[in-house]
């Protein structure tokens, strides 16, 4: 019952840890890239405004100067 090999138990337990390092540095990749991710739809939403509003601009003085 008592088959546990020592040097392999520690050979484990090092990978466990090097896992659970690397896990935690993938989540705070993940949660910086979700930051970017909500700060460039944020930016895109901007953009859609003003592009949006400068077509309306120039749509409608081009529709005073066409005569119609």
Known sequence: ???I???SYGKLIGKVESLEHKVESLEKDIKELLELA???KG???T?????SSIGGFIGYF???FSGK
Do not use: R, T
Not at 47 to 51: E, K, L, S, T, W
């Open 1 to 3: 019952m008592n088959d």
């Open 5 to 7: 090999n020592p040097v």
């Open 38 to 40: 909500n700060k460039s």
């Open 43 to 45: 930016g895109l939403w």
């Open 47 to 51: 953009g859609m405004m003003i592009a």
């Open 62 to 64: 081009m529709h005073l």
